[in-house]
């Protein structure tokens, strides 16, 4: 099943994108990092797009310069990925959909 778009943070030639799957999972398009296949980058910004009460299940590393590196499950659906429109500079991971938990948040009973 194809992947559902839920925003887009563009900057000239670049395109960090954030879907979500049939089966509660996201799926983040973000830069590649040289070096470090297994890593991508997005702007701090795409976070914006997520749905409400979720985050992204996975670990976030600030670079400290306005973006986190966080790593996933390749996507290899191939008519997904045509579906996206993925550019050679960019790859995307598969991550599970968290549940956000906020510490100002008041205990549920």
């Known amino acids: 099943m194809l992947p559902r778009f ?9 395109s960090p994108t954030l879907w979500a799957t049939e089966q509660g999972a996201y ?19 795409l976070l914006g797009f997520l749905e409400p009460g979720t985050c992204l299940g996975t670990v976030l590393h600030d670079t400290g310069h306005g973006t986190f590196t966080l790593t996933g499950g390749a996507v290899t659906d191939r008519e997904a990925l045509n579906h996206m429109d993925i ?14 938990v906020r510490r100002d948040a008041p205990l549920s009973r």
């Open 87 to 100: 550019p050679d500079h960019e790859a995307c991971v598969e991550v599970p959909q968290g549940k956000e």
């Open 27 to 45: 799926i983040v398009q973000g830069w590649r990092v040289p070096g470090h296949p297994e890593l991508i980058e997005i702007p701090h910004p």
């Open 6 to 14: 839920l925003g887009k943070n563009t900057q000239g030639d670049h």
